[in-house]
């Protein structure tokens, strides 16, 4: 079975400093991979997506970036951390086709 | 559409009723809607899918309807439970391409006991 993990599930970081969020995903091979990120009581808000290693498309202009050096690992990333990035980011993986997309548990970024 | 920033609409609904929350999707070459609950805390889970050949699906005290003409899909909750209390997405899935999944707004559904 497919399974897809995410960490760390909570992060309190300082202005200024780097991010490194990473998630895998196991029992699929070339998944569809998102990065969203929700700010509290708000929606969700599409970050990136990649279609297969090394292709990353970003959505909205922002403070980071995403790779995908592995066939089924994604990771967020950012040189300098605003407060702004504050929020909970979700990576979430879908075969591509007409089915679901499957969620991690998240992690709960604070920028102080 | 995306859901970007904007603040979640909330739905009250007293234990034992039936709820019906509601989502407009943007793109007329979507061929594949989720319905998805999310705890506090928690990421998004599935609950009910429906595809474009359809204008209805039942699930479990979940029922799914899809009116393309108008763009409109619909979550109805029979006999809704404190435990269906959390934030519902719609998502939408357009043919062709690699098929990226966007969601709606969310509709936050609080029950009454």
């Known amino acids: 079975s497919q399974t897809i993990h995410q960490w760390p599930a909570t992060l309190v970081q300082p202005v200024g400093s780097p991010l490194s969020l990473e998630c895998t995903v196991e029992?699929?091979?070339?998944?569809?991979l998102y990065w969203y990120r929700q700010a509290a009581g708000r929606g969700l808000q599409l970050l990136f997506y990649?279609?297969?290693?090394?292709?990353i498309s970003s959505e909205v202009p922002q403070n980071l970036s995403a790779s995908r050096p592995q066939d089924r690992q994604f990771i967020l990333s950012s040189k300098k951390l605003l407060l702004s990035d504050s929020g909970f980011y979700l990576c979430?993986?879908?075969?591509?086709?007409?089915?679901?997309?499957?969620f991690g548990q998240g992690t709960r970024l604070t920028v102080v | 559409g995306e859901s970007v920033g904007l603040h979640l609409p909330t739905l009250s609904v007293q234990e034992g009723d039936n709820s019906i929350i509601n989502c407009a999707y943007s793109?007329?070459?979507?061929?594949?809607f989720i319905w998805y609950k999310q705890e506090s805390g928690k990421g998004p889970q599935f609950i009910i899918d429906?595809?474009?050949?359809?204008d209805k699906r039942q699930g479990q005290r979940v029922t799914v309807l899809l009116n393309k003409t108008v763009k409109h899909l619909s979550l109805q909750i029979a006999a809704t439970q404190p435990g269906d209390s959390a934030v519902y997405f719609c998502?939408?899935?357009?043919?062709?391409?690699?098929?990226?999944?966007?969601f709606g707004t969310g509709t936050k559904l609080q029950v009454i006991p």
């Open positions: 990649s279609v297969g290693i090394g292709q």
């Open positions: 429906i595809r474009s050949n359809m």
């Open positions: 979430a993986w879908s075969n591509g086709g007409r089915t679901e997309a499957f």
């Open positions: 998502a939408e899935i357009a043919g062709g391409g690699y098929q990226k999944v966007t």
């Open positions: 793109n007329s070459a979507s061929d594949y």
């Open positions: 029992g699929t091979s070339n998944p569809n």
